[in-house]
């Protein structure tokens, strides 16, 4: 038996890069720093009992992870046991679901608030490879292996946490709608590390609260992941996606898994991978997630869905996808509908309809759509929104040879982008001078002025 665990153990710290006397060390600095007494002279033969049969599988620096904070009763990172800088810690784990999510959380969301971490993470590159997804038994498995996840700490979830939590990311949705993904950030990561994580490794008096929990925490993460979408951050953003859509499935929360799917495949379009887009779009649509939403989110999950059938050039497909979405919404009520998806009416349908038709090659019906938009928003409350698509709809005026129109509608996308900070706002000034290059010596003063402006915003947005 001793030969067995030894073997294990050497296997595991081999993919760690720890020796056993490393190994015994950091556990006992873990502990005392802790407070933990009864582990600080922690021995080899301990932390082989403790991962007794482990296999190579470049999960021993998180297997380690969690056996300490269990035994500890907080969460710890990677960084707390001096892991962080290894080859096995720069596993990027947010895109594997076999990780467990509590602790990939707060990795997640102390990166956002060590700037120098945020920096580093804000270049990563998106992954397409990793959105691959789980099999439906997996799905299906999830509910019921997270109410098997033992607890870290005695502390026993109330409903007033969860509605506090609910709060809080309603609060930061609005504020994302209104001011860009960029703004706000560093707060809502520290509420996700501070409150969420906490949460997730408690204990609950009854599995519904488990799952109201589990949905709470999920939204928020989802959230942050949207908003780092929105900063450009989009390997990040991949990254809280991916683990809201896990921490969803584990809560049997259908309709938001759905809803957090439709927002990876959103981004998946935005930055051209139509068959992932697709794919995802596609899972989002599924019985248990689209078919138990309420009307309006049934209308985001199919907007979306024709935008990924756009990308991939099923003309057909779009078309019905876009009549659904149009049904889904004439039916929806405001009663029926979680807050989440409160923002989409009937300018956000119209918005991802002309984005839909514009890459089906149908500029003038988008620009129809895109009118629409602007014409029926709440600007103040949407306020990034209605920039991106006043960029947008001149995008497409200009394609169709409207030079001046253009002009004045992207001036009243930059007069819009005051005060927003967001990626996807700076990506719309970015194409605005690309656009304008080729008119830029014969388009007069207001071509001019209206360049000046875009890099004076561009500055200002940073």
Request: charge should be positive; glycine fraction near 6%; proline fraction near 3%.
């Amino acid at each position: 038996m001793a030969r067995a665990r030894n073997v294990a153990l050497a296997a595991l710290l081999r993919e760690v890069g720890w020796s056993q006397p490393q190994a015994a060390a950091a556990v006992a600095r873990v502990a005392a720093e802790n407070g933990a007494r009864e582990l600080e002279a922690i021995s080899r033969s301990h932390i082989a009992m403790w991962v007794q049969g482990t296999q190579p599988s470049g999960q021993a620096p998180h297997i380690l992870r969690e056996t300490l904070s269990r035994r500890i009763g907080r969460r710890l990172t990677l960084a707390d046991l001096g892991l962080e800088g290894t080859s096995t810690g720069k596993t990027d784990n947010g895109s594997d679901w076999s990780v467990d999510p509590l602790t990939v959380l707060a990795e997640l969301g102390s990166d956002d608030l060590d700037m120098h971490r945020r920096k580093m993470l804000a270049t990563a590159v998106y992954s397409a490879a990793s959105l691959a997804l789980p099999t439906a038994s997996w799905w299906a498995a999830a509910p019921a292996a997270a109410a098997r996840r033992p607890p870290v700490s005695a502390r026993v979830v109330a409903q007033t946490d969860i509605d506090d939590l609910r709060d809080l990311t309603t609060f930061y949705s609005a504020r994302d709608q209104q001011r860009g993904g960029a703004s706000g950030r560093s707060a809502l990561a520290s509420h996700l590390r501070d409150g969420a994580v906490p949460m997730l490794g408690s204990r609950f008096l009854t599995d519904q609260l488990r799952r109201d929990t589990y949905s709470a925490v999920a939204e928020m993460t989802y959230l942050a992941g949207w908003m780092a979408f929105d900063a450009s951050e989009h390997r990040n953003a991949q990254r809280y996606l991916t683990l809201a859509t896990r921490i969803a499935a584990e809560a049997g929360d259908g309709p938001l898994a759905g809803h957090i799917l439709r927002a990876l495949a959103h981004q998946a379009v935005d930055l051209r991978h139509p068959r992932r887009a697709l794919a995802l779009a596609d899972a989002s649509m599924d019985r248990d997630r689209y078919g138990q939403a309420s009307h309006r989110e049934r209308a985001l999950l199919a907007i979306v869905h024709a935008r990924a059938l756009a990308a991939d050039g099923d003309r057909a497909g779009t078309l019905a996808a876009i009549s659904r979405a149009e049904r889904d919404l004439s039916r929806a009520a405001n009663h029926d509908a979680p807050s989440r998806v409160g923002f989409f009416q009937e300018a956000s349908l119209a918005h991802e309809t002309a984005c839909a038709l514009r890459d089906m090659g149908k500029p003038v019906d988008a620009e129809i759509h895109f009118q629409r938009s602007v014409a029926t928003r709440r600007t103040q409350q949407y306020a990034r929104t209605h920039s991106v698509t006043l960029g947008y709809l001149g995008a497409v005026q200009v394609q169709r040879g409207h030079l001046d129109e253009a002009c004045a509608t992207w001036n009243q996308a930059l007069d819009a982008m005051a005060g927003v900070q967001s990626g996807r706002a700076r990506d719309v000034i970015a194409r605005m001078q690309s656009d304008l290059s080729p008119v830029r010596q014969r388009g007069g003063r207001h071509v001019a002025e209206l360049d000046r402006r875009a890099r004076d915003m561009l500055r200002a947005i940073g």
